[in-house]
């Protein structure tokens, strides 16, 4: 069973979806620090490179900016160029590249967006000089071999390990003052690189993970750096994203979306990141029906239902622009635009169309929500308050725990835009599941056991012990203190059924036996009742407790388990038929072993054979506290009894060895 991507229990493996199966990776070799007031390392980094005279790239207006690496650089400074603009005219370059001659310049330094770092690759590639980039913006360009040029008003791509930064610092500090549209604008470009990564011709897990991890932390800290710009958690988040989809630009080929922007920019004249804010949802959203399960993804790491207009969401909530329109695109360029993007073929998932392109750029010029409808409002500044409101709570774990629950209840009540009647319907729920229960009758513990909860927790508590009998739920038919029994008793008291001869052993983990033990067991009837639920029966039956002998060893009669549905007259019973799902538990005996110095062990043995053990298509035990350990044989048996009862027919026996960790 530890085959590659094969997993189940049971007879039958399940396959399960393991990614592209072959691939190709390049890293692309960079140096990287990051941090706060890693600029203060520039000049031990220049000087790593062999620099002794440097030039130092900044665009226009942003020189007191540059002031941090100045001060760092100290006596290798050699000469200043502040006249970096967007998307890197050739004239531009050409004089930064005199300015470099005049001084024997020897290294590049630049400081600031994708802008100033293009000027360093279009002068590095011409001279073969190393660079250090500083990058205040998430464009991602100081980590990819590419370098886009424009002279004459025409844009041209290419692509070179000389263009790739020997070095990039990333400084928060000097992230924090970038103003907030900017922010939002650049966070979107970085989160468009990791969005086309993940459905590129090149995919490969490296890029994917890197991707979706870029996507989580754009999703969480843009909207807390528009309400707090200095926030450095949330601006190194932000920026750690920035090199993350950097490195998938890097990493592998884009498709429709950054056409488009490509298109647009310099066909246009529209500002880069901010084209890139607009067109996102839209080229998601085109894409989106040929890769449902990249869109999948991506929902699930913006923490959004669906994918292309979570991120219209974010974009809206941030402030961003949403239309291009407001850009300064004419309505008439856009079957123009659409022309130029789909003039050369270029891979992407879904096949591109004249018509196609021109309806998303019209929706993007409108600048539409995908999908339509309105968008959820943000809660964050609600769920903020509420969080705060156990700001005072004294018991850490306590407020750990009720924090995140609003959190996380804020979160399902957005992402699925839960109405006031589906809400109001829950609280009905809540309330029967109050009314209906009792000391013997716990509906709670029921609903816990069919979503799965109870089985979780118990997992966390109980199974990181490896070499003990593994735990399974208590279950809610639990009553606390059982008749004592004797060995050799029967528990059954008479009930109809397959008598069954249970010989156990609990010991330790060396297989030391553990004498002493208190052991409760309760069990089903032949009908799949438990004494609790039927009220004429008088006084405990089918449960019993036993301590265990010198040997560590217990022996007694009941019947054979039968299969049970749990109790359907309640809420959790009509859930249960809303949902289509069968209410049946497998056949089992429950065990509850204690004594001090040893952890406790609550379990379950199930019977092989029996139904409902199959997890697979629906047909598992509906509480899920089925393991593989756990289901152990009850093995049919005829004449002769261990204790010299006669018994006609067929009878079972359990023969099995609790192992308990001692403390
Ligand atoms: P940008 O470099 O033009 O910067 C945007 C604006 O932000 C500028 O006005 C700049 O002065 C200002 N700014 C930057 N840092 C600041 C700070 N810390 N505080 C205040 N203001 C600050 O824009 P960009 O979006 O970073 O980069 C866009 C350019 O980069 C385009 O030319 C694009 O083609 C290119 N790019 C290239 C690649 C690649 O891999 N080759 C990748 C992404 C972007």
Known sequence: MADFGLAGTNDVPRRIPVGPRSFVYSANPARVLFGAGTVAKVREEVERLGGARVLLLSGPSRGAAAHPVREALGPLLAAEFDGAATHTPVEVTERALRVLREHGADCLVAIGGGSTTGLAKALAVRTDLPQVVVPT?????????????????????????????????????????????????SAINALAHAVEALYSPQANP??????????????????????????VDARADLLQAAWLAGNCLAGVGMGLHHKLCHTLGGSFGLPHAETHTVVLPHAMAYNAPAVGAVM????????????????????????GPTSLRELGLAEADLPGAA???????????????????????????????????RAVPDLSWLTGQVVASFENTPDPRLKELLTDLVRRLHHYVTANDLTQAEWQRAIDFLARAGHITTDTRQEFVLLSDVLG?????????????????????????????????????????????????????ITDTEDVPVPGAVVDVWQSNE??????????LDGPVLRARFHTDADGRLRFWTILPSEYPIPDDGPVGRLLAAAGRHQMRAPHLHFLIARPGYHRLITQLFVRGGPYLDSSAGLGDTVFGVKDE??????????????????????????????????
């Open 137 to 185: 913006t998430y464009s991602g360009s100081e980590v990819t071999p590419v370098l886009g040029e424009t002279e004459h008003g025409r844009k041209t791509t290419r692509s070179s390990p000389a263009i790739q930064p020997e070095t990039v610092i990333y400084d928060v500090a000097l992230t924090l003052g970038l103003p907030v549209p900017i922010s939002v604008a």
């Open 206 to 231: 490296v890029v994917d993970g890197m991707a979706l991890d870029a996507i989580t932390r754009i999703a969480r800290s843009l909207p807390a750096v528009v309400v707090e710009p200095s926030d």
């Open 296 to 319: 999948a993804r991506i929902a699930a790491a913006l923490g959004a239902s669906d994918a292309p207009s979570g991120v219209y969401d974010l974009i809206e909530r941030a402030g």
């Open 339 to 373: 022309g130029l993007a789909t003039a050369r073929p270029y891979p992407n998932p879904r096949e591109l169309t004249g018509p196609g392109i021109e309806a998303l750029l019209r929706d993007a010029w409108h600048g539409r929500r995908p999908g339509g409808g």
């Open 453 to 505: 909860v109870s089985s979780a927790v118990d997992v966390l508590t109980n199974s990181r012990t490896p070499g003990t009998t593994p735990s399974a739920v208590l279950g809610p038919f639990y009553v606390e203190g059982p008749p004592a029994a004797e060995h050799g008793g029967d528990i059954a008291k008479g009930l109809p059924g397959t008598p069954l001869w249970v010989d156990v052993r």
């Open 527 to 536: 009908d799949g009742y438990y004494d609790v639920q039927l009220p004429d």
């Open 630 to 663: 756990l289901i152990v044989d009850f093995v049919p048996r005829q004449g002769a009894t261990p204790d010299g009862r006669v018994i006609e027919g067929e009878w079972r026996l359990l023969d099995f060895t609790f192992r308990i960790q001692r403390d």
